[in-house]
């Protein structure tokens, strides 16, 4: 048992596992992951006693840690396969990255606010997950160890960034949440052999939106 995860959170998070796949979330993968992974840990001491609601709360630097509903969602359009390597758009609390990594996945994760950055490399070391992480502008994200499987954005940005395309497989997925209001259109993009993108609405979230230097505010 991971020290400071006691079987009431365990307890809780089957419950929690049980309300998201009400809500209609279909992949065994995802729900065993969301399932594993003690949110309790991923979250300020203030929000403790609500860590398994199905909600999203504040991490600090203007962040939250995403509802694990969306979470769920957002993986579940990935699709992830076992040995994916996967770009993530977003660190923030880390609790997307260890669903990624829960699912099988080779994760490069890139979060642009330092204080974050910091807490979560530790947090996610202390549980023994192993992702790379990436101090810095995920808008371009990362050339140099590129191309990906899948890309994953937990940030609602106006439009998708053309470097994405770039570093994304042919046959490969992103999911991002596009828009510049209070809400987003969550959209699946898959790329084709010839480059193209055949795109997917998949219906409205809310997310923290992009900076106004085009930096990722994460979630």
Not at 98 to 126: C, M, N, P, W
Not at 167 to 190: A, F, H, N, Y
């Amino acid at each position: 048992m991971i020290p400071g995860d006691t079987y009431k959170h365990q307890g809780l998070r089957k419950k929690l596992v049980e309300t998201i796949k009400g809500k209609g979330i279909n992949s065994d993968n995802v729900l065993e992951a969301i399932g594993k992974i003690p949110r309790h840990l991923f979250m300020d001491n203030a929000f403790l006693q609500f860590a398994y609601q199905d909600k999203a709360f504040p991490i600090g630097s203007g962040q939250t840690i995403s509802q694990p509903y969306t979470v769920a969602f957002q993986s579940e359009l990935l699709e992830v396969k076992k040995g994916d390597k996967v770009l993530e758009i977003g660190t923030g609390s880390g609790y997307q990255t260890a669903v990624l990594l829960e699912l099988g996945a080779r994760v490069f994760s890139i979060e642009r606010q330092k204080y974050l950055f910091d807490k979560t490399k530790v947090l996610l070391g202390q549980l023994n997950y192993r992702p790379r992480l990436f101090y810095g502008d995920g808008y371009k994200g990362l050339p140099p160890h590129a191309p990906f499987d899948k890309i994953i954005v937990t940030a609602g940005a106006p439009y998708l960034p053309s470097d994405l395309i770039d570093q994304l497989k042919s046959g490969g997925r992103i999911v991002i949440p596009i828009g510049e209001g209070d809400t987003q259109k969550m959209k699946l993009l898959i790329k084709n052999e010839d480059g193209q993108l055949q795109e997917t609405e998949m219906g409205d979230f809310k997310f923290v939106p992009l900076l106004e230097n085009k930096d990722w505010k994460s979630r």
